[in-house]
């Protein structure tokens, strides 16, 4: 199976449909007159559809088993052929594409079950799917290539030597991977002032964005939380709450950490855990839909 552990959960909707040809007009209107021998055509194939859907990764071992939280089954007539439109909907980390052709797969074949003894020359075709919403793709954003910015790791030991840094590259990977230039790497202390320092001195500079590693724990000397709340103009919440949500599904202490968000002028500040697996998880639950931002600090976006 595909690894999904590190996608964001979010309303994930497929619209499916499968076409039942058959070959004379009595049986479209056995259909609609309910006499067919085996039953209502309609209301037992939507039963078999929507048991079918729920077994689909029984039957295709590369599905993922996630919550069915909707299904719909529609009907349309015309002519001698009857459009199934299967809708599947959940709130999961990967879509139900498969599971909505698979539904309206599921819905034909017990049409042709039941139909069959009073129709031989039934088909079965244009099983595909029509749309869906819900993934990545839907909440891409048309976001400037222009943007900047500066990693600061904030660590008392690794300033010294003592250690190397990984947060940091983990952080400037996906800032590349995200079209973001990296104007300056630095390495610095674990102190008040020199962290305040850097967010003006960035700030006045323009670079759009300063992410912070480090310092961001409950340690006498973690204290970047300390050094950037009063100079922000603004706290952004959410950021904070999906960092640490996002987090914490994934390890019981993320809820320690004291992630900050905020700006200060048209300067987006993060502060994000020092750990390698914090740092790269914090990008991965914000980025890139926090460029999005910058549609809004910065005006209209440029392509």
């Not at 079965?124 to 600061?152: C, E, P, Y």
């Not at 590259?169 to 202390?189: G, M, R, T």
């Amino acid at each position: 199976m595909v690894d999904i552990t590190f996608k964001n959960t979010t309303l994930r909707t497929a619209v499916a449909q499968a076409i039942v040809s058959v070959s004379k007009p009595e049986t479209i209107e056995a259909i609609k007159n309910d006499t067919v021998p085996k039953g209502n055509v309609f209301a037992m194939s939507k039963a078999a559809g929507l048991l079918g859907v729920k077994r689909t990764p029984d039957i295709l071992p590369d599905c993922h088993p996630l919550p069915i939280e909707f299904t719909g089954v529609e009907y349309e007539i015309e002519g001698l052929e009857i459009k199934v439109l299967f809708t599947v909907k959940t709130i999961y980390k990967t879509g139900v594409e498969v599971e909505a052709m698979h539904g309206a797969s599921v819905v034909a074949l017990n049409m042709y079950d039941m139909l069959k003894p009073i129709d031989k020359g039934i088909e079965i075709h244009a099983i595909k799917l029509l749309k869906k919403k819900g993934g990545k793709s839907d909440f891409k954003d048309t976001f400037r290539k222009d943007l900047t910015a500066t990693v600061v790791v904030c660590s008392d030991t690794i300033s010294a030597g003592h250690k190397e840094d990984k947060a940091g590259k983990a952080i400037i990977e996906k800032l590349k991977a995200c079209d973001v230039s990296i104007s300056e790497y630095v390495i610095i202390p674990d102190e008040k002032e020199i962290i305040q320092e850097k967010a003006r001195s960035y700030h006045e500079q323009g670079i759009d964005m300063v992410i912070y590693t480090g310092g961001t724990g409950l340690s006498g000397r973690d204290v970047t939380p300390e050094a950037l709340i009063p100079i922000l103009d603004r706290r952004i919440p959410g950021i904070e709450e999906a960092i640490r949500s996002y987090g914490q599904g994934r390890m019981p202490f993320a809820m320690l950490s004291r992630s900050v968000a905020g700006t200060i002028g048209n300067t987006l500040v993060l502060a994000l855990p020092g750990s390698t697996n914090g740092a790269k998880e914090s990008m991965d639950a914000i980025f890139p839909a926090v460029l999005h931002s910058f549609r809004i600090l910065k005006g209209a976006r440029h392509d």
